[in-house]
């Protein structure tokens, strides 16, 4: 099953979350899964607790920084879904990003705040299926580890000026490092064993890099986050754990543009490798979701020049051991 939000434009009143399911013959016809009344929605996210409840969490406010959440669920695999309920001020639930849930069934989901004064990570952790929330941050970069590379300073010397007006006006957009560290959102997180834990996030810094924090007691306490070496153009990511350990990342390779969009692999969780292009050239490809399906497959979807939704299909067999 895939979720997102389409209308008219982004942040415009019509927009709704949609969601299609695929099986043997192909993708259903999409349908209507939310709408708020002449507010726009964001952000759908789909996950299974452990008691096999299917969640759907959304966003909902005219911007990011007005956002409030809602969610509904569903007993038969979104066949049907319970009424819509409304979260508490101040939770937003899954940002972006599926959660992680542990063995126990903790939920521990990646959250994030973008406001005037900065973004910034945190993380909302329950442990009674979402019952109740613990939340834990902020989570951001420190300025004395913003530090550019030569790549990062080249990408913001080209500002923004788009390159070409193509489809959508989205071709050849440039996002360029800021001049300042605006900070980091939409953590993905994974399991790295033993009750450790990191999130992998998009940044908007001028080092232009996915950022990463840790937390060494199943996501109870947070380090604060530094960056690694894959590039980020202020553009969503997501991160998948394999069955023998090795960490998958979707995202863009540019310091400022969102294509072509890409998969990079690791054995540690800390330097990766560039493995696959997913798809390239003008336009962009970007906003990425991604799992591990019962063959050892990743099952993937991403906005294709903003305008539909791609699925794609990488096999197993197709992922470097080293």
Not at 59 to 66: C, D, I, R
Not at 197 to 219: E, K, P, T
Not at 281 to 295: C, E, F, K, L
Request: glycine residues 8%.
């Amino acid at each position: 099953m895939a979720a997102w939000f389409g209308g008219a434009r982004e942040g415009a009143n019509d927009v709704a979350i949609w969601g299609a399911v695929r099986n043997a013959s192909g993708w259903s016809k999409p349908v209507e899964l939310a709408r708020e009344p002449n507010t726009p929605c964001w952000n759908p996210v789909l996950f299974h607790t452990k008691d096999g409840t299917l969640w759907l969490y959304y966003k909902y406010g005219k911007a990011p920084a007005e956002w409030a959440a809602a969610r509904m669920s569903s007993n038969d695999e979104g066949k049907t879904w319970s009424k819509v309920e409304k979260l508490p001020a101040g939770l937003i639930g899954p940002v972006r990003a599926k959660p992680l849930i542990l063995a126990d069934g903790t939920i521990v989901a990646g959250s994030s705040i973008e406001s005037a004064a900065g973004w910034a990570a945190w993380i909302e952790r329950s442990t009674d299926n979402g019952k109740t929330w613990a939340k834990i941050g902020p989570i951001t970069v420190p300025d004395s580890l913003d530090l550019p590379t030569a790549e990062a300073k080249a990408a913001q010397a080209l500002g923004n000026v788009a390159k070409g007006e193509g489809v959508n006006g989205a071709d050849e957009k440039l996002y360029p490092p800021p001049s300042t560290n605006i900070g980091i959102i939409q953590p993905a997180i994974v399991d790295m064993g033993k009750k450790h834990l990191r999130l992998y996030a998009r940044s908007h810094s001028q080092a232009a890099r996915i950022a990463v924090a840790d937390s060494m007691d199943n996501g109870v306490t947070w380090t604060q986050a530094r960056y690694i070496d894959l590039p980020n153009p202020s553009s969503g990511i997501d991160a998948v754990r394999l069955n023998d350990g090795r960490i998958v990342m979707i995202y863009n390779h540019s310091y400022n543009r969102r294509s072509p969009i890409n998969l990079a692999v690791s054995t540690d969780g800390e330097h990766f490798r560039m493995f696959k292009v997913l798809e390239e050239g003008p336009s962009q490809y970007s906003y990425p979701a991604m799992i591990v399906d019962s063959n050892g497959d990743l099952q993937i979807t991403y906005t294709w020049r903003r305008l539909t939704i791609r699925y794609m299909k990488v096999p197993a067999s197709e992922i470097p051991k080293n």
